[in-house]
């Protein structure tokens, strides 16, 4: 295929809680293309956390905050109560983080009503108070970004939430195109990103719907970025940012191996009886791209010993190999 390689537009994996975590990270970043990626957030209330969970929602903590493959990896806090949110950063800082994310976009009702989130968005000058004390309080190597929704009920305080951020000192900014209200409803706005790029003298982060090179291109049309997030496009085809960089596509045949690794690993840990509930809900994702997933998906659903799953991704590997001969 002849298509330009974007080598110099950056793409990271977006926080996804309950799906992009330590195991994910490391394997989609494996697959390679991905510059950055997030954890899933840290809720912090009043409580300082103990090094455990730092630990939990970060074990790249341990390997200088980057994944396997070496891609760096950026720790997400989410809360309302500025204190809270600096001590807590300031933590994860001494245990080895090295770039802090804060969450103004999650949707869930249990975190907007412990005051964290996209409901802050309702009050731009709490983006500002959160943002300005972590920026004070953080060492200064240590990089400071934010991601935020369109905003709360309505896209009315985007632009001044947007300029709150910036002001507090921020690196970049990533936009998830929807309001709070709009959940995941598509299509993201990206019109409205490009208003809030117009306006930031900071780099700003498209992000929401891009699922393909070509929703990626008219995303680029709309809004041109040093970089871009990926989140559920990225589960369904792992390849996608190489094959928006140009590159071939990756076959059902050539990912499968990263299947079995996953399974692999999650066997690794927790209950037997989960063992076997979030390849099951990759699965999902990745049926959206691959035909292939579809029937596999079928077969796998019903399979509640994780043995039997594991075996599945090898027959169905041994399978993919004779018909490509
Ligand atoms: C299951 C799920 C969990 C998410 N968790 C987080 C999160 O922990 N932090 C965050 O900032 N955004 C979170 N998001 C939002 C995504 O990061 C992203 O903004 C959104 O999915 C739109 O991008 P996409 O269309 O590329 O997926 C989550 C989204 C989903 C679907």
């Known amino acids: 295929m ?9 793409f990271s994996l977006a926080p996804m809680e309950g799906v ?39 074990p790249e903590l341990a390997n200088d905050c980057r994944t396997d493959s070496g891609t760096p990896v950026t720790l997400q806090i989410l809360g309302g109560d500025p204190d809270a949110m600096a001590r807590n950063a300031l933590k994860a800082v001494t245990l080895g983080a090295t770039k802090i994310d804060v969450n103004f976009g999650c ?22 108070n959160i943002l300005a004390r972590l920026r004070a309080e953080l060492p200064t190597s240590v990089p400071l970004s934010a991601k935020m929704r369109l905003g709360y ?6 632009l001044e939430n947007a300029l709150a951020a910036q002001s507090a000192g921020i690196c970049k900014l990533t936009i998830h195109g929807r309001t709070k209200r ?30 393909s090179v070509e929703s990626f291109t008219r995303c680029r049309e709309i809004v041109a970025a040093d970089e871009y997030m990926v989140g559920r496009g990225l589960l369904a085809n792992p390849g996608l940012i190489n094959e928006i960089r140009g590159f071939d596509a990756l ?10 690794d996953f399974q692999e690993s999650e066997m690794e840990f927790g209950e037997r009886r989960h063992q076997g509930n979030r390849i099951k809900q990759w699965l999902a994702y990745l049926k959206q791209h691959y035909q292939e997933a579809d029937g596999f998906f079928d077969e796998v659903k019903r399979m509640t010993n994780p043995d039997d799953i594991l075996r599945a991704i090898d027959t ?8 490509a001969f």
């Open 2 to 10: 002849n298509r330009p390689i974007l080598s110099a537009t950056r």
């Open 20 to 58: 992009v975590d330590a195991t994910m990270r490391r394997i989609l970043t494996s697959i390679a293309g991905v510059d950055e990626c997030v954890t899933e957030f840290l809720r912090v209330t009043n409580t300082t956390y103990p090094e455990k969970v730092f630990r939990r929602i970060c």
């Open 107 to 128: 949707p869930a009702k249990t975190v907007n009503r412990s005051d964290g989130g996209a409901i802050i968005l309702r009050e731009p000058e709490r983006v500002l």
């Open 153 to 158: 009920e309505d896209k009315t305080l985007m």
């Open 182 to 211: 709009e959940g995941y409803k598509p299509p993201a706005d990206w019109y409205s990103i490009k208003q809030i790029s117009d306006l930031l003298d900071i780099p700003v982060v498209p992000n929401g719907d891009i699922t």
């Open 251 to 260: 076959s059902w045949q050539q990912f499968l191996p990263h299947l079995f």
């Open 316 to 323: 169905e590997i041994v399978r993919m190999g004779r018909t």
